[in-house]
């Protein structure tokens, strides 16, 4: 497997050299063999290159099978300034698709025990112009009083993020899916949204299937969230819900991410770049670490690999189990460990 690293910016030099040692060490035990590339981004590529998304770091990302890049600090970027962006890494890699876990741990404090859902967010349509649009923007002002936005729904991509949530569905227990969208308002950009999912629905007889309307979905994610599975929705309600299931499992310190592609995945926590605390060594490794593992799962699920399969499974029990001891804990969790000694923790759990 060809992997990339990406440091990110701030806390992201903290977090992802931990990701590295958990997965290089869940590798060893495995067998897998993992070929690494080291690329600039964000602050680093801009000092290095002069842009923060280098021309040399896209074209090295394009030879890989997935890489693991950390938080951007882009709020802290100089306005004004087209070398100084948010790296457009989805838009560029067609990365369609969002894989956001939101699973509580039994001695993590949460609004609720037992949760253990998988969002599956589209982000290449909706309203969000950055992601979808080449040039121009979808939303204009026509006058002062007057604001227009248009939502772009597509049949392709609403058919290919379905597929990839009943794939996911499969390789869990459960195996069931929830389409949450609001059909009966939207009815011809929600309702092919919801056409695609049913299609998709009917090539896997062995996943269950429902439809839950997006504002009952909220309330019942708050009440009740253990009835949930995988859950697909579209990209602006998929933002939504993503920070809900964040929220239900004990905060953006336990949100890892994966964005995923036809043919490749990137690992990214779902929290961002924390300049308040970087390096301070005190950034819970948690999120990043649970992308590493993400991306080595859907690589052995892609590529038929059980190696990667393996090395997947072995990181998810080490992060279990170093929770469930509570010894190496960073501040955020209740505990006094360092990144680097949690990092060291469950690295050593997996080995």
Known sequence: MKIGILLGDDIGLEVVPECVKVMQAAASRTGLAIDWHPLPI????????????????????????????????????????????????????????????????????????????????????????????????????????????????????????AREAFEIARTRKRKKVTAAHKEPVYRLACGMFAEECRKVAAEYPDVEFEEVLIDTIAMKLVMAPQQFDVVVTTNQFGDILTDIGAGLAGGLGLAPGLGVGDRQAMAQATHGSAPDIAGRNIANPYAMIMSGQMLLAWLGRKHREPKATAAAEHIQAAVTKVIAEAKHLTFDLDGKASTQEMGDAIAAAVA
Do not use: C
């Open 42 to 161: 964000g602050k680093q590529g801009h000092e290095e290159h002069g842009h923060t998304l280098p021309a040399a770091t896209e074209q090295g990302l394009r030879a890989l099978d997935g890489w693991v890049m950390g938080p951007i600090g882009h709020n802290a970027y100089p306005r004004g300034d087209i070398t100084w962006v948010m790296p457009p890494v989805r838009k560029k890699f067609e990365l369609f698709a969002a894989v956001r876990p939101a699973l509580s741990h039994h001695n993590v404090k949460s609004v609720h025990d037992g949760v253990d859902i998988v969002f599956v967010r589209e982000i290449t349509e909706g309203m969000l112009y950055s992601e979808t649009v080449v040039a121009g923007a979808p939303e204009f002002r026509p006058n002062d009083d007057i604001t227009v936005a248009m939502r772009v729904i597509t049949r392709k991509g609403s058919n290919r993020v």
